[in-house]
């Protein structure tokens, strides 16, 4: 870390004070307090330095020890320059309860207030629900991130930008859509898990089970039309020189000795056939391991549904204050 001025160093440390007065009363030693505060002067100096990571670490580690609006203030400051707005505005919304009647943190606070006011138009919103009731067991994630049950519904507080949201349930077809939320978009979005039949499911567990075993057996034929790719590149390679050792000439004219006719036909007949047996053996291997990367790639890993006929759609979405694009599939 950078040497900080004098003069700057001793501001810091006497905002250190200001900054974890107050809060939760918390049964602290005044060892553990005095560590904090030497750690929030160091968040300090870092979020100067745009070393905005390793700001944001260093004040939640403060804010472990006594969370006030002052360090929760700075943890959304460091959020906000990371470009992780929802995050920073549930964050100075936070540093806003915190301080509320905190005469000490009032700076804190109207700051915090005034920056989550202009976040708040710019962080986009999802609302999820299902068009029927959800069976038992259903699970929904945003960015693999689980959504509690009693908060779907709700509008979800997201970055603008590119987003995953998929579903799934015992006895259901999988559910799976990527949508692009510009700044202050509001996107509802409909989850349709469609319930299969005990023999449907019993197909496709079987078709989920194969496909990885199909794609292990192209791969190793893919294995081995290649290395019969290289051996005939080989053997055509000692064929040729067989040719040039036997022979001599200029250009592509040989002269060859009576006495060599018959090695040096043999050797010319067979260069005449490893070579297009050599390439023909490499566009087969490439077409095979493509093939079993394919399969594996494609099989579901978990034992999940997956269904041979896969229904994608694309299409643009109309929401308040933007637009959205959804493309959303079936499986």
């Excluded at 950078?2 to 905002?15: K, T």
């Excluded at 905005?52 to 004040?59: D, N, P, Q, V």
């Excluded at 390679?237 to 060599?260: F, I």
């Excluded at 099989?299 to 759609?313: K, N």
């Amino acid at each position: 870390m950078g040497a900080v001025p004098h003069r700057a160093l001793a501001v810091i440390v006497s905002m250190t004070y200001v900054a974890l007065r107050g809060g939760p009363a918390m049964a602290q030693s005044e060892e553990a307090l005095a560590a904090a505060r030497a750690m929030f002067a160091e968040g300090m100096a870092d979020e100067n330095a745009k070393r905005y990571e390793t700001a944001l670490e260093e004040f939640r580690r403060v804010a472990a020890v006594r969370e006030t609006a002052n360090v929760r203030y700075r943890i959304a400051s460091c959020l906000e320059a990371l470009g992780r707005r929802a995050d920073a505005l549930a964050s100075y919304e936070s540093a806003v309860r915190l301080g509320e009647g905190d005469a000490p943190a009032a700076d804190a606070v109207r700051e915090a207030r005034e920056r989550a006011a202009q976040l708040d138009h710019l962080v986009a919103r999802l609302t999820i629900t299902f068009t029927r009731p959800p069976p038992a067991g259903a699970e929904v994630r945003v960015d693999e991130a689980l959504v509690d049950p009693r908060t779907l519904g709700d509008a979800i507080r997201l970055d603008p930008g590119p987003h995953s949201v998929t579903a799934s349930a015992p006895a259901t077809a999988s559910f799976r859509t990527a949508v692009t939320l510009p700044e202050g978009s509001r996107l509802n979005l409909a989850v349709d898990l469609q319930p299969v039949s005990d023999a449907e499911i019993q197909s496709r567990a079987r078709v989920s089970r194969s496909a990885p075993v199909g794609g292990y057996v192209a791969l190793g034929i893919g294995g081995a039309l290649a290395a019969g790719s290289v051996v005939s590149f080989v053997l055509r390679a000692s064929s040729l020189a067989t040719l040039q050792k036997d022979c001599a000439g200029a250009g592509n004219t040989l002269s060859c000795p009576e006495s060599r006719s018959a090695e040096v036909n043999g050797a010319r007949n067979a260069a005449q056939v490893e070579g297009p047996l050599g390439i023909g053996l490499g566009l087969g291997a490439a077409i095979a391991v493509g093939v079993g990367v394919w399969r594996i790639v494609t099989a579901s890993p978990d034992g999940t549904l997956a269904s041979p006929h896969q229904s994608v759609r694309l299409g643009p979405m109309l929401v308040s204050h933007g637009g959205g694009i959804v493309l959303s599939d079936s499986l």
